[in-house]
T-cell receptor, first 109, second 114 residues
Framework: LAKTTQPISMDSYEGQEVNITCSHN???????ITWYQQFPSQGPRFIIQ???TKVTNEVASLFIPADRKSSTLSLPRVSLSDTAVYYC??????????FGTGTRLQVFP | GAGVSQSPSNKVTEKGKDVELRCDPI?????LYWYRQSLGQGLEFLIY????????KSGLPSDRFSAERTGGSVSTLTIQRTQQEDSAVYLC????????????FGPGTRLTVT
């Protein structure tokens, strides 16, 4: 399973776009990139998954360069309710998820 | 529909006692996972079930930890002779629906060993 590296924490203000980058230099051909969000006192919640290029859903966008050694989760116009921990995971969807410590995003008014 | 449920939501136990934590996955989900999360830390994988079998037990921290799953549904995680370092939130997740890569997590059981 490829190891991921992401910033420990980030601060932002309401209405701003937030980009969280994750490094995964050892990503394998069969691996997908998945992001989860966790609010305090709750279990993680799936946000988005991608393999290459760009994926967009109602919550976020995921940008993956051609070499796939990194990925960027983009949250448009964040609000206070987006304050959470965001985890980047890499795997082939057939195995357990390896969670790191994630990125703690704090959104200020 | 119902999500993943876990019980109890909170458990306080004395050191040395045994505890059982229960997980009810989403109906029809074949895969079930147990994780634990210490305060301010990321999730630590414990064990994974596919159906009733456990192909990956690599995360169980010691032989005091065991888990079973019956009928391809409910799972119990048992911790024997609890220690203070076992205090954590124990999270269960299931997957195997239409988007079969997505894991759905329960609310967790907060275990405190005094």
């Amino acid at each position: 399973l490829a190891k991921t590296t992401q910033p420990i924490s980030m601060d932002s203000y309401e209405g701003q776009e937030v980009n969280i980058t994750c490094s995964h230099n050892n990503i394998a051909t069969n691996d997908y990139i998945t992001w989860y969000q966790q609010f305090p006192s709750q279990g993680p919640r799936f946000i988005i998954q991608g393999y290459k290029t760009k994926v967009t859903n109602e919550v976020a966008s995921l940008f993956i360069p051609a070499d796939r050694k990194s990925s960027t989760l983009s949250l448009p116009r964040v609000s206070l309710s987006d304050t959470a921990v965001y985890y980047c995971l890499v795997g082939d969807n057939t195995d357990k998820l390896i969670f790191g410590t994630g990125t703690r995003l704090q959104v200020f008014p | 529909g119902a999500g993943v449920s876990q019980s109890p939501s909170n458990k306080v136990t004395e050191k040395g006692k045994d505890v059982e934590l229960r997980c009810d996955p989403i109906s029809g989900h074949t895969a079930l996972y147990w994780y634990r999360q210490s305060l301010g830390q990321g999730l630590e994988f414990l064990i994974y079930f596919q159906g009733n079998s456990a192909p990956d037990k690599s995360g169980l921290p010691s032989d005091r930890f065991s888990a079973e799953r019956t009928g391809g549904s409910v799972s119990t995680l048992t911790i024997q002779r609890t220690q203070q370092e076992d205090s954590a939130v124990y999270l269960c997740a299931s997957s195997g629906g239409e988007q079969n890569y997505e894991q759905y997590f329960g609310p967790g059981t907060r275990l405190t060993v005094t």
